[in-house]
């Protein structure tokens, strides 16, 4: 019974970090897409502060 506890919360961390790693590399390699955006004042829409488009 002890062991299997162990096993439990060892696959529980296991998983807990993998997914991190993942949000980790996703978060490092991926470049947003363009979106559309008021570049003038006006309009009440929200501008960029400095678009990389």
């Not at 296991?14 to 991926?30: D, E, G, Q, R």
């Amino acid at each position: 019974m002890r062991m299997r506890i162990w096993i439990l919360i060892s696959g529980a961390l296991l998983v807990f970090a993998a997914a991190n790693i993942h949000l980790l590399y996703v978060a490092l390699t991926s470049q947003p897409a363009c979106v559309p955006h008021v570049k003038e004042t006006g309009d009440g829409g929200y501008i960029a502060a400095k678009s990389a488009c």
